[in-house]
């Protein structure tokens, strides 16, 4: 026979109650900053890897993981990633859990995610002495001389060699057309003295700039999304017209036709979302017939496009398009659209990556 007997008696439970209230909680150690931002990284990259949809639902695991380890102000982050995530309803205004339809993600969360992505991404291998080959499909609509609406060709294929630090003569190479040289000195022509005969020479391009970037210049870039957003519109003021807009155009240029660091990426997918206007788009699809989620912002009836893997977060392609009828087409018309297919570092122009002695 069972001779034990509970000892645990409602008064010892009311008093044991009790002392818990008054006792202190227990101290949270602080976080080297290094090791907080590692941790943020983790644990974002983990909520990531937990969003297909095939995975179970589970209610708590990522509210747990992001009380236990994550610092307030990477918990903030990891939300927004969270939303996406099926595992988790979404949140109303109250903090309870909706159990409506999920809602859809802003340009906020949408950037943050492709910002986490490239963060993770292998580094660029270019050496100062190699080139950047980048190879895409494009198309951009052209009007007839005579008048009348644009019209979009079928997508070509595009490939560039760009010089890593800009000292060397690149190549421009599209389906259907004649090779381009991209050389570093302009050509032109000199008079010596009044009634000489004009005498060939060069002149040295442009320095390095967010609107004529080489892979070193990106390569020191700020990583601070504010710092990197003032550069850019400071390189892109002009007169009239959208500044947010010319800011915009320009990181979607960076974006596909440069090869930064994976935290210059990861930067400028964060300044692009403090530029005010910056919308999603459920649905969208680039130059290769790949769909995808799309941010977009809208000026002087065109919007701009980025196209993202619903998956993986990877840049896909740009589109841009008529928001209003005009003299160039009906409301809806693409004017360009485009696919990055890849990128690499090779040793000579010409080269592919895989090829021997690339």
Known sequence: MNT??????????????????????????????????????????????????????????????VRIAVPVAAGALVAGVVVLAPAEAPAGPSGRVSTGQPQAPDAGRVLSRAALAAAGAPAPDARPQDFVYVKSLVAHAGRPAAGGAATLPPARQREVWLSADGSRTGLLREAGAADSVLSPRLPVYELDHRGASPRPSTLEAAPPSVTNPTHTYVATLSTDPAALLRLVREETHGDGGDD??????????????????????????????????????????????????????????????WIFDRS???????????????????????????????????????????????
Not at 38 to 57: E, I, K, N
Not at 319 to 333: I, S, W
Request: aromatic share 2%; no cysteine.
């Open 312 to 358: 993986t977060s990877a840049f896909l392609g740009e589109r841009t398009v008529l928001t209003e009828t005009t003299a160039a087409g009906r409301k809806g018309t693409v004017l360009g659209v485009s696919a990055v297919l890849a990128k690499a570092a090779v040793a000579r122009t010409g080269d592919l990556p895989g090829a021997p002695g690339a």
């Open 4 to 65: 034990s007997r509970d000892t645990h008696s409602p008064l010892d439970e009311l008093l044991r109650g009790e002392l818990t209230e008054l006792l202190p909680p227990p101290p949270v150690p602080e976080l080297e900053p290094d090791r907080e931002h590692a941790l943020r990284y983790a644990v974002l990259r983990d909520a990531l890897a937990a969003a297909p949809a095939t995975r179970p639902r589970t209610r708590l695991a990522v509210p747990r993981l």
């Open 244 to 305: 947010d807009q010319r800011a915009f155009r320009a990181i979607g240029t960076l974006l596909a036709e440069t090869w930064a660091p994976p935290k210059v990426t990861a930067a400028l997918y964060e300044a692009a979302a403090r530029i005010p206007g910056v919308t999603v788009l459920p649905a969208a699809e680039d130059a290769a017939g790949r769909e995808g989620v799309a941010v977009a912002r809208t000026a002087d009836g065109e919007q701009t496009q």
